[in-house]
């Protein structure tokens, strides 16, 4: 069976907003060569300005909600969100507690959720997949 092969790259801009950092090592991971997102066509960016996608992880803290708005704003449209991991779906262990609010995807209005503490590579590849065809949809 044959995979799609996406029509352009993806540029990928990460954004954590108050998490443990599981869900940061095993976004790292994708770099690895078992995982390796580059033979895909995407790549992680340092700037929102060129990103097509923002993925988010964590509660949203008090300390990163101005910060977190800014980078959607500067995102060109249309903008994605890819929620990763079960805080940043709102159902993980430190929603709520501390400075922490709601998940980081649930303010952000993700358009995937990719569930799990932390979530597989593999689930985070399906979940990019899948926001890289929903962002073709919106594009076409």
């Not at 108050?18 to 790549?43: F, K, T």
């Not at 340092?46 to 923002?54: F, M, W």
């Not at 990019?128 to 073709?136: E, G, H, K, M």
Request: net charge negative; with cysteine.
């Amino acid at each position: 069976m044959s995979q799609r092969r996406f029509a352009r790259s993806l540029a990928i801009r990460h954004l954590v907003c108050g998490s443990c950092n599981g869900c940061e090592l095993e976004m790292n991971a994708l770099s690895a060569p078992q995982y390796d997102i580059s033979q895909e066509g995407w790549s992680i960016v340092a700037s929102p300005r060129h990103a097509d996608i923002i993925t988010v992880t964590g509660p949203m803290t008090e300390a990163m909600r101005l910060a977190a708005r800014r980078t959607l704003e500067a995102t060109a449209e249309p903008v994605l969100v890819v929620a990763v991991g079960d805080c940043a779906s709102g159902e993980g262990t430190w929603c709520g507690a501390g400075s922490a609010g709601a998940g980081a995807g649930q303010e952000l209005k993700a358009s995937i959720v990719v569930r799990g503490c932390p979530p597989t590579p593999d689930a985070l590849r399906e979940g990019l997949r899948a926001a890289a065809t929903l962002l073709d949809e919106r594009n076409s």
